[in-house]
């Protein structure tokens, strides 16, 4: 009886310790979505993001080399790359580092849906600027998965040219991040 | 007066076979500038297998050489289709993504391979310290601060057998 117990015990203390430890991940996704009605193909996806979550302290970041964005048509890889937009060579990474805010709703010890509030400064072309968002995290036995999604404007990372004024890139593109930390 | 009529009449055939000639070289123009950006707009990737590796380097080696000078490496191998033989280190499968990763065990250094859509199920196979030859496009590499190594990254691979 007294193993039992102490098998159990055991048993929750590694869990609760997994549970708290932080979590990395190399196979984040981040979807780009910039398209008009005049243009639909500025759109992209990195499927080799590199993103954390720390359930203790609930620090979430991820980390992107900007050349690892995939669009359909390389034409629009390369404006996306060229000095008049990401200008990748001067500014190879965009990064994310903020907190979930409401930390105490999350039980990342417990299966379960939960809804997240993260507040943090995402780093792009040179510029940080503070992002507000929601996040869904689903917690299942050891496995961790956040899906969020918010839009930027590009003009706040100063991203400018004639196709954005013309209106075939959407000034204020959706960005979704999806990870799962195993 | 029969003259005048004469004069106006050729004046009139010149400038009609004039308009004639503008309207040809202009729709001329127009096909031609619709053919481009049609071409331009729907052209895609070629299929990283049909193309020629420009360079073929051992895992190892291009990690350290990223390690030694990211600036400089990032100059010789980003935007270049790339074959990198090493051993499997890793899979990393979440929902459709099939990433293989190479790892320096001294320095935690990794390479992160992102296959294409078509060559996805070729990875299925592959096992942690298979001997492999991977051929993709060059990211370039960056210092990751989340997991404190240099980060490689490669897109549109397929594995070759």
Known sequence: ??????LFALAGFTTLTFAQKKKTTT???ISFDATTLLDALPKAENKTVVASINPKTGDVAFESIVKSFTFSNPMMQDHFNSAKWLDSE?????TFKGKITNLAAVNFAKDGTYNATVAGDLSLHGATKPVNTTATIVVKGKEVKTTTDFTIKLSDYA?????????????DPKIIVVANFK | MYFNFYNMFTEHKKKTRWVKRIFIIGALFLVIGVLVAWFIFTDTFDDTNKQKANIEINALDLIKQFETSDSSANKKFTEKIILVRGRVSETEIVDSIINIKMIDTTTNGTILFAFQQQ????????????SIAIKGSCSGGVYSEILE?????????????
């Open chain 2, 119 to 130: 060559n996805i199920n070729d990875t299925k196979s592959l096992k942690v310290g298979d």
């Open chain 1, 90 to 94: 001067k500014y190879p990474k965009a």
């Open chain 2, 149 to 161: 190594t240099e980060i490689i990254n490669f897109k549109r691979c397929l594995v070759i057998k």
């Open chain 1, 27 to 29: 196979a984040a996704s």
């Open chain 1, 1 to 6: 009886m007294k193993k039992t117990i102490m």
């Open chain 1, 159 to 171: 991203v400018e040219g004639g196709a954005i004024a013309g209106g075939k890139v959407a000034t």
